[in-house]
């Protein structure tokens, strides 16, 4: 038999479709099949993406010489997610679920994302404390900075800047 | 809202109106979000599941999103029937895997430019959904929409990895924008495989009318970011908007050339479509849909000028088997939906015509 669309190859893969209880046969050379597999965009019926996802998690020691960050039998204390779990389904349990497995999570988000840090928007109002500790970071940094260059007058402020924001925190 | 209604309104969406309608038909921002100190849905009882909801209820109950976009109807998918989440699908208010869930719940504006998803895979799923080529307002409504919220509930943020999602392909933004585009221009001169084909290299994902893992019918095609992490996101909407921008430059030198060197062609095979349309009596979605984007192409080229360019953003819709059977107010089965079908196609052209 040839093949239905190109009629010069010989057909070997046969396709039956049952649309509103109407039957259609497709006879295809390989070729054709593949495009007509493209065409259509199904991957394999049995592709999790979820799991796909969760595999990259499975090899943290590409790089030789660097232990494996062993996230195994690490539990998340909040909402009980293991490393099993997340592998099976692909999804993390809870907030929380981020720091529990931030070292093994850190090569999966580079991969998906190509990066690693949000840049964009921080909510306004749970985002405060952020926003505080962020600054709170930064003057801090300052000041060792200031105290090692010996720069007091200067320092002194900065610490009085500190001292305003904490109290401000409270 | 009485739940009747949900077959009979159309979305905002469909009226198709705004900047390059001829070739965008929607622009759709989602943005992912979850509250602080709560498991992610698919951990939660069904206790957990309704304090979600409760808390979601409050916050769009507030006079600061209810004075912006109106007031917001929370539909309990318990309480839904099939036909009504298969109408919610069709009309791109909720995702195909939501109507699949047996608890969660969706809150909807009157003219359904805000839908938000509540214990999909995350918290919440905020979306806005606004016709024609206008990502950046869309935007701009969905960043007003996602502060009002936050004035009342609290999202899980984290200060590295942004707003915090079950799935890792969502963090950070959070943000999904997609922007869906008619392209028969392309796809007739062949070019169309080629163009989209470039566009995950730029960060983009293709995917058909409804969403992933749909075929392209009717030469329509979703154009949205993958990456949702280390951008602003002000630089996910520029990057896609310029992206589409050549797309729909292209699309529209494309739509020249077919009438300059093809024209009798392409004047004949829209009018033929034209003809199927306005005379067939049993007719399948498929069909439908791959003649609705001839007769628009030949409505937006100026061949066909007795009938509205709005046709196909309502049909596309209207057309489809949820749509149908919710519109005429019983379940049919498919041959009875390909007869009516047929029928709604029929009586929308000769009203247009009149």
């Excluded at chain 1, 497709?26 to 054709?32: H, K």
């Excluded at chain 2, 080629?194 to 749909?214: C, D, H, M, N, T």
């Excluded at chain 2, 067939?280 to 498929?286: L, M, N």
Aim: with cysteine; aromatic share 4%; charged share 25%.
């Amino acid at each position: 038999m040839l093949c239905d669309n190109c009629k010069q190859k010989e057909a070997n893969v046969h396709i039956t479709k049952i649309v509103n209880h109407e039957k259609t046969s497709i006879n295809l050379c390989e070729d054709c099949a593949r495009e007509y597999q493209e065409q259509i965009g199904f991957a394999q019926p049995t592709f999790s993406f979820h799991k796909f996802l969760a595999g990259l998690l499975e090899q943290p020691t590409m790089m030789p010489g660097k232990p494996g960050i062993s996230t195994e039998g690490t539990k998340c204390p909040k909402c009980g997610t293991t490393r099993q779990i997340f592998s099976q389904c692909g999804k993390l349990g809870c907030d929380q679920c981020f720091d529990t497995f931030a070292a093994g999570l850190s090569p999966l988000i580079k991969r998906v994302h190509g990066r690693e840090r949000h840049t964009g928007k921080v909510p306004k109002r749970s985002g405060q404390d952020i926003m505080l500790k962020k600054r709170l970071e930064n003057l801090k940094r300052k000041l060792q900075e200031l105290v090692i260059k010996e720069e007091f007058e200067e320092a002194a402020k900065v610490r009085d800047q500190i001292r305003e924001l904490e109290r401000g925190n409270c | 809202m009485a739940k009747h209604e949900l077959a009979k309104r159309a979305s905002k969406w469909m009226e198709g109106t705004g900047p390059q309608s001829d070739i965008v038909l929607t622009s759709r921002i989602r943005l992912a979000r979850n509250l602080k100190s709560i498991p992610f849905p698919h951990l939660l009882n069904d206790e957990g599941q309704k304090e979600v909801i409760d808390k979601v209820v409050q916050a769009v109950n507030t006079t600061t999103v209810t004075g912006t976009f109106g007031k917001m109807d929370m539909l309990l998918l318990e309480y839904l029937s099939p036909l009504e989440k298969q109408i919610l699908v069709e009309k791109h208010l909720i995702s195909p895997a939501f109507a699949e869930k047996k608890k969660g719940g969706v809150a909807l504006n009157a003219d359904e430019t805000v839908s938000i998803m509540v214990n999909e895979e995350d918290h919440l799923r905020v979306q806005l959904l606004m016709p024609a080529f206008q990502l950046e307002e869309t935007w701009k409504a969905a960043d007003i929409l996602d502060d009002a919220l936050e004035q009342t509930v609290d999202y899980a943020f984290h200060e590295e990895r942004g707003y915090l999602t079950a799935c890792p392909t969502n963090l950070g933004t959070g943000l999904r924008a997609s922007v869906m585009v008619h392209l028969p221009a392309l796809v007739l001169t062949k070019q169309a495989k080629k163009i989209l084909g470039s566009l995950p290299q730029l960060g983009l994902a293709v995917r058909g009318f409804y969403g992933e893992g749909s075929e392209a019918q009717g030469n329509l095609y979703q154009i949205s970011n993958q990456i949702t992490l280390g951008l602003t996101e002000e630089e996910i909407i520029n990057n896609i908007t310029l992206v589409v921008q050549q797309l729909i430059d292209q699309e529209r030198s494309a739509r020249n050339r077919l009438k300059e060197e093809l024209y009798h062609q392409i004047d004949d095979k829209v009018n033929r479509a034209y003809g199927i349309l306005a005379n067939a009596r049993i007719i399948s979605s498929e069909e439908a849909l791959k003649l609705l984007s001839d007769l628009r192409l030949g409505i937006d080229l100026g061949m066909i000028k007795d009938v509205d360019p709005q046709i196909l953003n309502e049909m596309i819709s209207f057309i489809q088997p949820g749509l149908l059977q919710g519109s005429q107010g019983k379940t049919m089965n498919a041959g009875e939906r390909d007869l009516t079908r047929a029928k709604v196609i029929r009586t929308k052209l000769a009203q247009q015509r009149r």
